[in-house]
């Protein structure tokens, strides 16, 4: 068999050459419009974390002291929960999302600021829902400490 000439107009062209065309045409992506979702914040002594979410629990955006730039003690204070919420809130203006319904977790100095934040940035709270762990006589306790 004789192997077939390209015509004079023709190109030839590499398996590797058409892969290449294909990577370079690259979609954008659409970011979808959340109107309501979820704020979880997560207080405790040591730190707070704050995530936005849509209705499903898809995260949308979150934020943490750690993350904003707090150090040691400052994570766990009132003004730290501030700066999360309003972090996180920037990252979410992307979605268009305007209210939440707010799940608090945990027993942390943060616990109030960070609500009173997400009221004051813009967001309107449909409800606030606590939703600490409390143990029903689970665990021993740990020994009393003899100092």
């Known amino acids: 068999m004789a192997e077939q ?4 107009n023709q190109q030839i062209t590499s398996p590797k050459e058409e892969i290449k065309e294909t990577k370079a045409v690259a979609k ?3 970011k979808r419009q959340v109107v309501s979702g979820c704020a979880y914040i997560k207080a405790t002594y040591n730190n707070t974390i704050v995530t936005l979410t849509d209705q499903n629990g898809n995260v949308l955006s979150w934020s943490s002291a750690g993350q904003v ?7 766990s204070t009132p003004y730290a929960a501030q700066s999360i919420v ?20 945990g027993v942390g100095s943060g616990r109030e ?3 009173r934040a997400l009221n004051a940035n813009g967001l309107n709270i449909l409800s606030i829902k606590d939703i600490t762990p409390i143990p029903h006589n689970g665990c021993r306790p740990p020994r009393a400490r003899r100092v």
């Not at 000439?5 to 004079?8: H, I, M, N, S, V």
């Not at 730039?69 to 994570?75: L, Q, Y």
């Not at 972090?87 to 268009?96: F, L, R, S, T």
């Open 69 to 75: 730039g707090f150090r040691g003690p400052k994570k």
């Open 28 to 30: 954008k992506k659409i």
């Open 113 to 115: 600021a960070a609500v």
């Open 5 to 8: 000439q390209p015509k004079e």
């Open 86 to 105: 309003r972090k996180a809130i920037e990252k979410a203006k992307d979605y268009g999302l305007r209210e939440v319904t707010v799940f608090v977790k």
